[in-house]
């Protein structure tokens, strides 16, 4: 064979074969930039929900620290409630207070306290009243 058509033969043979590749090279970088694309969204989403849950989680044990406390001061005022329940601390707020046992035979006088009626309902009466 000549040595120029071999020359070209190899020119033309490299050219159509780089243009297959450069479209093969295309097809893959694009590919992998999908693929890179889609790699970086599902991280995204997976750092996303892992800063949701760990928020719950600190939110979650504050609310049962919250609980804890709660507990202990609600079993604090009952203890403190059955103390204060007991006859002798009445007797001693009674005797602090001024207060008598009152005799077990003798007069007894029952007297009723009008209930109090509301500022508005006073002043209207009062209103009322002023009129002639």
């Not at 970088?29 to 750092?47: D, E, F, H, K, P």
């Not at 001061?73 to 005797?95: F, G, M, N, P, Y």
Request: glycine share 4%; charged share 20%; hydrophobic share 45%.
């Amino acid at each position: 064979m000549n040595d120029q058509h071999m020359l070209a033969w190899s020119i033309f043979g490299r050219r159509t074969s780089r243009q297959a590749l450069s479209r093969l090279d295309r097809r893959i970088y694009a590919l992998m930039g999908g693929l890179l694309l889609l790699v970086a969204v599902a991280c995204m989403l997976y750092l996303s929900q892992a800063s949701t849950v760990t928020a719950l989680r600190y939110q979650l044990a504050n609310a049962q620290h919250e609980q804890d406390r709660l507990a202990e001061q609600i079993a604090l005022a009952r203890t403190d409630l059955a103390k204060a329940d007991r006859q002798e601390v009445l007797e001693a707020h009674a005797k602090r207070l001024g207060l008598v046992d009152a005799p077990l035979s003798g007069p007894y006088v029952v007297c009723y306290v009008p209930a109090e009626t509301p500022v508005a309902q006073a002043s209207v009466a009062s209103r009322q009243a002023l009129q002639p």
